[in-house]
Nanobody, 118 residues
Framework: QVQLEESGGGLVQAGGSLRLSCAAS????????MGWFRQAPGKQREFVAF????????RYADFVKGRFTISRDSAKKLVFLQMNSLEPEDTAVYYC???????????WGQGTQVTVSS
């Protein structure tokens, strides 16, 4: 079982930056894919970015537009989401998630609130 805990959310003005962190524990993560999703009020949860644990290969949703960067510290079992040029539309609860090879994203953190004011 994988345990995930997010931190780093908060209130920021449009154009500002935040760095989200996700601490992973419970097992080894070789070959896992770690990801970030978000859910805005009244909307479905949507994919933001993911990164492979072993090779660090990232993938992003189109709306990221080069503003966000996902990274990981394998030794410390941490995953980060650096968010720059934030927009009010980025306001959401951001969730860290993990996926074993061949499986769906099935482990989720409790989420961290990001609010971007205009």
């Amino acid at each position: 079982q994988v345990q995930l805990e997010e931190s780093g959310g908060g209130l920021v003005q449009a154009g500002g930056s935040l760095r989200l962190s996700c601490a992973a524990s419970g097992r080894t993560f070789n070959s896992y894919t770690m990801g970030w999703f978000r859910q805005a009020p009244g909307k479905q949860r949507e994919f933001v970015a993911f990164i492979t644990w072993n090779f660090g290969i990232p993938r992003y949703a189109d709306f990221v537009k080069g503003r966000f960067t996902i990274s990981r510290d394998s030794a410390k079992k941490l995953v980060f989401l650096q968010m720059n040029s934030l927009e009010p539309e980025d306001t959401a609860v951001y969730y860290c998630t993990a996926r074993a090879p061949g499986e769906e994203f099935g482990s989720w953190g409790q989420g961290t609130q990001v609010t971007v004011s205009s």
